[in-house]
């Protein structure tokens, strides 16, 4: 089963503390590596707390463990850092600025 | 034995809190007060022993290691100069001036952050005030796509939720504090209100506000999400407030519409100066980002995003912005200075800078420094460096080092490459 999903990426407390530990850092990897999702959602996915779920755009894929967070249903979001910046694509409109929020993602479970 | 130091700047974020207390033993800081995790973290964790440069990994001296780099950027066809938000304003000028001399490409961190901030803000102005004026002022306070609670963690109580001001003696009980974004943060706990947009729905409701307050009809239903009822009631609340101040965040510029989006903010807040008082301050992230922004503005005539590369300087969002040039591959040699583009672009743009000769300056390990070709590890402004940085506000405020300095600035280094490069 694949179910579209509206991703938004930024920084968590975590990840923040993680930073100052080195961005090389078991910490930063745990703290960047992972994706919140609505509990419902999750329920529908077959994915439980801590379970591997497949991320996919046209820029590229990850799989990333899953936790339940405070999200509207249909929402995904993932703190900011290289697991997230392999879905993230080049297109800048014009700006400069890539969609690190709102890129639509293609979502399975592992 | 140890010694308090008073009134220090912290560096990490746009905040730049400048009353912190510092114990410092030696050369190490063993306490802080006033201060945030991050604060902490990059107090505590910065290392000011002098570590040697070094190419490919393997240790130099710093004369080999200025000669590779002058090697590199004297070999390239098309440099491009990044980052600059974590370094310090006298730092900043002579790496624009290092651009001027190679007819390099030159962006920073803003690129990434508030760009599309400064796009919107050259098409129809910011109306705006210093963070002093929101604590001492402001009664309505809105954070509009931005989660302070998380990223600029003390914003809240030196400047705008429980901050005690001239016209504000009450703190919070003298402000109302709404949240508005596509998700329910941290921050929207703290709130009086929290309006959740619909993902990449902030110019309908932008606009529809706008209407409201001039009086115009709306037709009932929801915009963005938001009920109309609901928005009728926040543009009632911003004009009938004394002093309000829209706090914005990367939940506009870096979602669909970018620029645009804060554009209507901008014009938004330019409107309600009819009825009332009323600005807006972009929530910068890196400690110097705003500096960078505006050393950038007065050298070259533009903020970021400017190639030197026809002997004077043009501005190309979306042409000589990172992320675009590295994933075109026009890029053939990078110095990258106080930022970690590895860990901040995507990865189809960040993968182009294992393809060439990268040089970093910094003084933390970074990702981008495991496959550079020549790392030079770098003193830290405001811990072991004096300098100058830019509040999230543009008030600039002198950075006072805590430890003696036994590493070379951003700034000793580039006047060392600057002199011994070949101008284009």
Same mark, same amino acid.
């Given at each position: 089963?694949?179910?579209?999903?509206?991703?938004?990426?930024?920084?968590?407390?975590?990840?923040?503390?993680?930073?100052?530990?080195?961005?090389?850092?078991?910490?930063?990897?745990?703290?960047?590596?992972?994706?919140?999702?609505?509990?419902?959602?999750?329920?529908?996915?077959?994915?439980?707390?801590?379970?591997?779920?497949?991320?996919?755009?046209?820029?590229?894929?990850?799989?990333?463990?899953?936790?339940?967070?405070?999200?509207?249903?249909?929402?995904?979001?993932?703190?900011?850092?290289?697991?997230?910046?392999?879905?993230?694509?080049?297109?800048?409109?014009?700006?400069?600025?890539?969609?690190?929020?709102?890129?639509?993602?293609?979502?399975?479970?592992? | 034995?140890?010694?308090?130091?008073?009134?220090?700047?912290?560096?990490?974020?746009?905040?730049?809190?400048?009353?912190?207390?510092?114990?410092?033993?030696?050369?190490?800081?063993?306490?802080?007060?006033?201060?945030?995790?991050?604060?902490?973290?990059?107090?505590?964790?910065?290392?000011?022993?002098?570590?040697?440069?070094?190419?490919?990994?393997?240790?130099?001296?710093?004369?080999?290691?200025?000669?590779?780099?002058?090697?590199?950027?004297?070999?390239?066809?098309?440099?491009?100069?990044?980052?600059?938000?974590?370094?310090?304003?006298?730092?900043?000028?002579?790496?624009?001036?290092?651009?001027?001399?190679?007819?390099?490409?030159?962006?920073?961190?803003?690129?990434?952050?508030?760009?599309?901030?400064?796009?919107?803000?050259?098409?129809?102005?910011?109306?705006?005030?210093?963070?002093?004026?929101?604590?001492?002022?402001?009664?309505?306070?809105?954070?509009?796509?931005?989660?302070?609670?998380?990223?600029?963690?003390?914003?809240?109580?030196?400047?705008?939720?429980?901050?005690?001001?001239? #016209? !504000?003696?009450? &703190?919070? /009980? @003298?402000?109302? %504090?709404?949240? +508005?974004?596509?998700?329910?943060?941290?921050?929207?706990?703290?709130?009086?209100?929290?309006?959740?947009?619909?993902?990449?729905?902030?110019?309908?409701?932008?606009?529809?506000?706008?209407?409201?307050?001039?009086?115009?009809?709306?037709?009932?239903?929801?915009?963005?999400?938001?009920?109309?009822?609901?928005?009728?009631?926040?543009?009632?609340?911003?004009?009938?407030?004394?002093?309000?101040?829209?706090?914005?965040?990367?939940? #506009? !510029?870096?979602? &669909?519409? /970018? @620029?645009?989006? %804060?554009?209507? +903010?901008?014009?938004?807040?330019?409107?309600?100066?009819?009825?009332?008082?009323?600005?807006?301050?972009?929530?910068?992230?890196?400690?110097?980002?705003?500096?960078?922004?505006?050393?950038?503005?007065?050298?070259?005539?533009?903020?970021?995003?400017?190639?030197?590369?026809?002997?004077?300087?043009?501005?190309?969002?979306?042409?000589?912005?990172?992320?675009?040039?590295?994933?075109?591959?026009?890029?053939?040699?990078?110095?990258?200075?106080?930022?970690?583009?590895?860990?901040?672009?995507?990865?189809?743009?960040?993968?182009?800078?294992?393809?060439?000769?990268?040089?970093?300056?910094?003084?933390?390990?970074?990702?981008?420094?495991?496959?550079?070709?020549?790392?030079?590890?770098?003193?830290?402004?405001?811990?072991?460096?004096?300098?100058?940085?830019?509040?999230?506000?543009?008030?600039?405020?002198?950075?006072?080092?805590?430890?003696?300095?036994?590493?070379?600035?951003?700034?000793?280094?580039?006047?060392?490459?600057?002199?011994?490069?070949?101008?284009?």
């Amino acid at each position: 089963l694949s179910v579209e999903f509206t991703l938004i990426t930024g920084r968590t407390r975590a990840q923040g503390d993680a930073l100052h530990r080195g961005r090389t850092s078991e910490a930063y990897r745990r703290a960047t590596r992972l994706v919140e999702m609505n509990g419902e959602d999750m329920s529908d996915l077959g994915v439980e707390e801590g379970d591997l779920v497949s991320i996919s755009t046209l820029a590229g894929q990850v799989a990333v463990p899953a936790r339940k967070g405070d999200l509207p249903r249909g929402m995904l979001f993932m703190p900011m850092g290289p697991a997230a910046n392999l879905l993230v694509g080049d297109e800048t409109r014009g700006t400069g600025m890539p969609s690190y929020k709102g890129q639509t993602v293609k979502v399975e479970a592992v | 034995m140890s010694t308090v130091i008073e009134n220090v700047v912290c560096t990490f974020c746009g905040n730049l809190c400048d009353d912190l207390a510092v114990e410092v033993e030696g050369q190490q800081v063993v306490k802080l007060r006033k201060v945030c995790s991050n604060g902490v973290g990059l107090f505590k964790e910065y290392d000011p022993t002098p570590l040697p440069p070094a190419i490919d990994g393997e240790k130099v001296t710093w004369e080999e290691a200025i000669a590779e780099v002058v090697r590199i950027l004297d070999g390239s066809d098309s440099p491009l100069i990044y980052g600059l938000a974590s370094t310090a304003s006298e730092a900043q000028r002579k790496a624009v001036a290092l651009a001027d001399r190679l007819g390099a490409t030159i962006d920073t961190t803003s690129s990434l952050c508030h760009g599309p901030s400064g796009l919107a803000m050259q098409a129809v102005g910011e109306p705006t005030c210093t963070l002093g004026e929101v604590r001492n002022r402001a009664d309505l306070v809105i954070f509009w796509g931005c989660n302070p609670a998380e990223s600029h963690m003390r914003h809240f109580s030196r400047y705008s939720v429980t901050a005690k001001g001239t #016209l !504000t003696p009450a &703190g919070k /009980r @003298d402000r109302t %504090v709404i949240v +508005v974004d596509v998700r329910p943060t941290a921050s929207a706990r703290v709130a009086d209100r929290f309006l959740q947009v619909a993902p990449g729905k902030d110019y309908e409701v932008l606009t529809a506000l706008r209407a409201l307050i001039r009086g115009k009809p709306v037709a009932p239903g929801s915009v963005g999400g938001l009920p109309v009822s609901q928005l009728q009631e926040l543009a009632g609340q911003m004009k009938a407030c004394r002093f309000g101040v829209i706090h914005i965040g990367m939940g #506009l !510029t870096q979602t &669909g519409g /970018r @620029d645009v989006n %804060v554009g209507e +903010v901008f014009t938004l807040v330019a409107e309600l100066n009819q009825y009332t008082r009323f600005s807006v301050i972009p929530m910068r992230g890196h400690g110097n980002v705003t500096g960078a922004d505006q050393v950038m503005a007065w050298q070259t005539g533009y903020p970021f995003a400017v190639s030197f590369n026809r002997g004077y300087p043009r501005y190309g969002p979306g042409e000589f912005t990172t992320v675009d040039l590295l994933a075109r591959g026009e890029v053939d040699a990078a110095l990258i200075i106080a930022s970690d583009p590895a860990a901040h672009l995507p990865r189809v743009a960040a993968r182009r800078l294992e393809q060439i000769p990268v040089i970093v300056l910094d003084p933390f390990p970074t990702l981008t420094a495991e496959t550079a070709r020549v790392v030079l590890p770098t003193a830290c402004y405001g811990l072991d460096a004096a300098g100058t940085a830019y509040r999230m506000d543009s008030v600039p405020l002198r950075l006072r080092p805590v430890l003696s300095r036994q590493r070379p600035t951003d700034e000793e280094l580039l006047d060392r490459i600057i002199e011994a490069v070949q101008p284009c």
